[in-house]
């Protein structure tokens, strides 16, 4: 049996996502967003916040 790489990482991820909570998701998300934020320098944060929400400074 061969399977192309791209469709079992696919099926793979739908099948993890369908496991999931919306607590699960939820948490997810933002574990994922404070790792990719604690990553940037302050200059780079502001950056960013200035880009998607200035309000919030």
Do not use: C, G
């Amino acid at each position: 049996m061969t399977i192309i790489r791209d469709d079992l990482q696919e099926q793979f991820i739908q099948w993890d996502l369908s496991q999931m909570s919306l607590d699960d998701l939820q948490k997810y998300f933002v574990d994922m967003q404070n790792a990719e934020l604690d990553s940037l320098s302050d200059d780079e944060l502001i950056d960013e916040v200035k880009q998607y929400n200035p309000s919030l400074l």
